[in-house]
Nanobody, 127 residues
Framework: QVQLVESGGGLVQAGGSLRLTCAAS????????MGWFRQAPGKEREFVAG????????????YYADAVKGRFTISRDNAKNTVALQMNSLKPEDTAVYFC????????????????WGQGTQVTVSS
């Protein structure tokens, strides 16, 4: 069983920045993917960014949705089971509940491919 906990959401003005953190606990595979998704009222849950993590490989693989490329950065924090999403140049359309998710081995962009989910954290960007 894997537990995911998001933190770092809040209220920020357009053009500002926030940093979200996802911490995983419990049993995990040596190679896995952690992804960020978001869901705004009346919209489908959509992929934001993902990162493939391996204890046996020094390199990493990341992927971003077109809407956030150049503004958001996903990275692995000092703790091996923690991933951060640095969000810069935030826009009102970024307002949503942001979810952390995890799955083994392969990075996918569809939310139905992920087995484990956090509770979500609210990000609100004001104009």
């Amino acid at each position: 069983q894997v537990q995911l906990v998001e933190s770092g959401g809040g209220l920020v003005q357009a053009g500002g920045s926030l940093r979200l953190t996802c911490a995983a606990s419990g049993r995990t595979l040596s190679t896995y993917v952690m992804g960020w998704f978001r869901q705004a009222p009346g919209k489908e849950r959509e992929f934001v960014a993902g990162i493939k993590i391996s204890d046996t490989s020094s390199g990493t693989s990341t992927y971003y949705a077109d809407a956030v490329k150049g503004r958001f950065t996903i990275s692995r924090d000092n703790a091996k089971n923690t991933v951060a999403l640095q969000m810069n140049s935030l826009k009102p359309e970024d307002t949503a509940v942001y979810f952390c998710a995890a799955r083994p081995w392969v990075l996918h962009t569809s939310p139905n491919e992920y087995q484990y989910w956090g509770q979500g954290t609210q990000v609100t960007v004001s104009s």
